[in-house]
C-alpha cells in the first residue's frame, strides 16, 4: 500500500458522521472539537467533507482568499459525484448571491445588502419590533391550557414577520414559506420533493421581484431592484437567490436565538435571577446565547484552492469545507476552561464568530440581536416566572444539520 493510499485509508477512518437527526448536538460538537481543529466529516446523504471546529483556525480560513465559494472548484461537483436531489442541495449551491460569490462579485452584492441593512435603518424598525412582539405576546396569553408551545405562537412568527416587513414580501405567502423552509433546511425532505421544493421557493422569491418592479416599495426588494435598474449590474437572478438567502437566514436564525436563550435562561436560573434584577444586560444573554448554543450549527460550503495546511492536517485542494460554528463556540482555547458552561457574566462572551469573520459576517447580524434585544425583555417581563414545560433532555432537535433548531418549546407561562 503506498503513503498516499495510507493517508487516504487513515483519513477515512477518523471522518466523523454528522447525524442526520442531529440526536446530541453537544456531544457530536464535542467530538468535533476533539479530532479539530480540521476534521474530516460525512454529511447526511454521504457527501465528504472537512470542518473546522476551533476558534482561530476558524477565524483565519474565513479570511483566507485560497478558500472560495465558487462551487466550481469543488472536486466531487466536477465529477458528479454530489446528486441533484441531495437534500442538502439547496444549502451547498442557493443561486447566485453574496453566499455563493467571492471577490469584486461579494463586495457588490453584500454592500447593496449593507446598504439597506445601515445601523440607522435597523434602529428605525426597533418600533415595529416592538409593536409586533407586544401584539404576539398577547396571543401567547390568550392560548388556553396549562403549556404552551412558545416556539409556533412566538419565536417563529416575530422573526418571519420583521423579514416579511424588510423584503416586502406578501404576508399570505408566509404560511407556505414556513413548509417550504423546513423542507429546504431539514435532512429527512424525500428526493422526489428537493427539486419541487427548491423551484417553488424560487417561484415565489421571482413573483416577489416582479410585484414590487410594478409597485416599489419602502424594502430590500425594492432597493434591489432599483440598484439593478441604475447600473450596478443587478440580474434578476442574483435579485431572487439574494432575497431567498435573506429570508432563510434572516428568520431562522432569530427563532434559534430566542429559543435558545429561554431555553438557557430556564435551565441556569440563577443566571435568569440575574438578569430579570437588572444585575446583567440582556445583551450578554444574547451574546453567551450566540456563544454557547449557536443558532448556527454548520455552515455550508467553501472550497480550497490549494492545499492549505490547518493543524497537523492538510485542506486538499478541491476539497470542500463547512464551519462548524457549533463546536467552535465551546472551544476552550478562545474561552477558557468553562468554555463549557453557560455564564452570562463571562469576559469573553462578546468574542464569539457565531455571526461569521471578516468579510463574511452576516449582514443581518444587528437585527437578528435587535429582534431578541426587544422580544427577551418583553417575554419575561410579561412573563417573569415563564419556565420549561418538560425537562431540558426531554425538548426534541429537528434534523437540520445547519440550525440548531427545537421541533418546539413547551414552557409553563406560570403566575
Not at 428537493?194 to 417561484?203: D, F, I, N, Q, S
Not at 454557547?292 to 450549527?297: F, I, R
Not at 492545499?307 to 462548524?324: E, T, W
Not at 434534523?399 to 413547551?410: H, R, W
Amino acid at each position: 500500500m503506498t503513503a498516499a493510499a495510507d493517508t487516504t485509508t487513515d483519513i477515512e477512518q477518523s471522518r466523523i458522521h454528522l447525524d442526520p437527526f442531529v440526536s446530541d448536538l453537544d456531544g457530536e460538537s464535542a467530538a468535533l472539537r476533539a479530532a479539530g481543529p480540521l476534521t474530516p466529516v460525512m454529511l447526511p446523504g454521504g457527501v465528504p467533507v472537512w470542518a473546522v471546529t476551533h476558534h482561530a483556525e476558524a477565524k483565519k480560513l474565513l479570511t483566507d482568499p485560497r478558500v472560495v465559494k465558487d462551487i466550481n472548484v469543488w472536486g466531487a461537483w466536477q465529477r458528479g459525484e454530489i446528486a441533484p436531489d441531495w437534500p442538502l442541495i439547496g444549502l451547498a449551491n442557493p443561486g447566485r448571491s453574496m453566499l455563493t460569490v467571492d471577490g469584486a462579485d461579494h463586495r457588490r452584492l453584500r454592500t447593496l445588502v449593507a446598504q439597506a441593512l445601515t445601523p440607522r435603518r435597523v434602529e428605525q424598525m426597533r418600533a415595529r419590533i416592538a409593536e409586533l412582539t407586544e401584539g404576539l405576546l398577547d396571543r401567547v396569553a390568550e392560548q388556553e391550557g396549562d403549556t404552551v408551545d412558545l416556539k409556533s405562537v412566538f419565536a417563529y412568527p416575530l422573526p418571519m414577520y420583521v423579514i416579511a416587513d424588510l423584503m416586502g414580501l406578501a404576508e399570505e405567502r408566509l404560511p407556505r414559506l414556513k413548509e417550504l423552509f423546513e423542507k429546504f433546511f431539514s435532512t429527512q425532505t424525500p428526493p422526489d420533493e428537493v427539486v419541487a421544493t427548491l423551484t417553488e421557493l424560487a417561484g415565489i422569491m421571482s413573483e416577489t421581484v416582479a410585484r414590487k418592479r410594478e409597485n416599489p416599495g419602502d424594502d430590500l426588494t425594492s432597493a434591489l431592484i432599483r440598484a439593478s435598474e441604475d447600473g450596478d449590474s443587478l440580474t434578476d437572478q442574483e435579485i431572487v437567490s439574494t432575497l431567498q438567502l435573506m429570508v432563510a437566514a434572516g428568520h431562522e436564525t432569530t427563532i434559534s436565538l430566542i429559543v435558545n436563550a429561554v431555553v438557557n435562561l430556564s435551565t441556569h436560573p440563577e443566571q435568569r435571577a440575574l438578569v430579570l434584577a437588572g444585575k446583567v444586560d440582556w445583551s450578554a444573554v444574547i451574546e453567551e446565547t450566540l456563544r454557547y448554543s449557536t443558532p448556527t450549527s454548520h455552515v455550508l460550503i467553501r472550497f480550497a484552492t490549494e492545499d492549505i495546511r490547518v493543524g497537523d492536517k492538510v485542506l486538499p485542494a478541491g476539497d470542500a469545507l463547512i464551519v462548524s460554528y457549533a463546536a467552535i463556540g465551546r472551544d476552550e482555547q478562545a474561552h477558557g476552561p468553562t468554555a463549557g458552561a453557560f455564564d452570562i457574566t463571562r469576559d469573553t462572551a462578546n468574542r464569539h464568530i457565531s455571526f461569521g469573520h471578516g468579510p463574511h459576517v452576516c449582514p443581518g447580524a444587528a437585527l437578528s440581536r435587535l429582534e431578541a434585544g426587544v422580544a427577551l425583555p418583553a417575554l419575561y417581563a410579561r412573563f417573569p416566572d415563564l419556565d420549561l414545560a418538560v425537562p431540558a433532555s426531554e425538548l426534541r432537535n429537528k434534523p437540520v444539520v445547519t440550525q440548531n433548531d427545537l421541533y418546539e418549546l413547551p414552557v409553563k407561562l406560570g403566575g
